[in-house]
Nanobody
Framework: QVTLVESGGGSVQSGGSLRLSCAVS????????LGWFRQAPGKAREGVAA???????NYQYSVKGRFTISQDDDKKTLFLQMNSLRPDDAALYYC??????????????????WGQGTQVTVSS
């Protein structure tokens, strides 16, 4: 069992920055990937960024160059640095962990464990 707890959400103006964190605990040694997803009201959950066991990263096209996913050295905390935030980035952001992500690092159905989410609001 893996437990994920997000933090760091909040309200910012357009162009601002936020850094999300996700504390990873439990039996996390055999995880294939960790990822960030988001869901805005009335929209489907979408993959934002993912990082594999070897450090390979993947990003949704709309956040490339603005968001950075990373982990601390002991891989117990996952981060998402979000810069140049836009109103369409506003959503509930989730941290997720996958036992086997394969070739679908940004697909939510590839992930097995989920956090409760942290809200990000961006005003124009």
């Amino acid at each position: 069992q893996v437990t994920l707890v997000e933090s760091g959400g909040g309200s910012v103006q357009s162009g601002g920055s936020l850094r999300l964190s996700c504390a990873v605990s439990g039996y996390s040694h055999n995880l294939s990937a960790l990822g960030w997803f988001r869901q805005a009201p009335g929209k489907a959950r979408e993959g934002v960024a993912a990082i594999g066991r070897e450090g390979l990263t993947n990003y949704q096209y709309s956040v490339k160059g603005r968001f950075t996913i990373s982990q601390d050295d002991d891989k117990k905390t996952l981060f998402l640095q979000m810069n140049s935030l836009r109103p369409d980035d506003a959503a509930l952001y989730y941290c997720a962990a996958a036992l086997f992500v394969g070739s679908r690092p940004l697909q939510s159905d590839a992930y097995d464990y989920w956090g409760q989410g942290t809200q990000v609001t961006v005003s124009s």
